[in-house]
């Protein structure tokens, strides 16, 4: 059964960094391009940022130079490190892997930036 366990949000201020993981089980997790989402309250779910199996990694324009994302495929597990953060960035961020035509998501985990 594939599964996805999303850790590490939480409340932090302006400037602030928070960082994000999602242990994923049930799959072969080397194979798997690994998604960060984020969705705010009345705002549709957006893609944040994107790791390949091999590393290549892509962002959405407003987190460049702040966020990154990373994998370590020894420990099933996908990061998302945020830098500066800012109130807009403030969000439930879902972890997301797709192979092929297979896709899952995690139940996501909140982030709150304000002072």
């Known amino acids: 059964q594939v599964q996805l366990v999303e850790s590490g949000g939480g409340l932090v201020q302006p400037r602030g960094s928070l960082r994000l993981s999602c242990a994923a089980s049930g799959i072969i997790f080397s194979a798997y391009t690994m998604d960060w989402y984020r969705q705010a309250p009345g705002k549709q779910r957006a893609l944040v940022a994107v790791?390949?199996?091999?590393?290549?990694?892509n962002y959405t324009d407003s987190v460049k130079g702040r966020f990154t994302i990373s994998r370590d495929n020894a420990k099933n597990t996908v990061y998302l490190q945020m830098n500066s953060l800012k109130p807009e960035d403030a969000a439930l961020y879902y972890c997301?892997?797709?192979?092929?035509?297979?896709?899952?998501w995690g139940q996501g985990t909140q982030g709150t930036v304000s002072s």
């Open positions: 790791i390949t199996g091999g590393g290549s990694t």
């Open positions: 997301h892997a797709v192979y092929r035509s297979i896709a899952q």
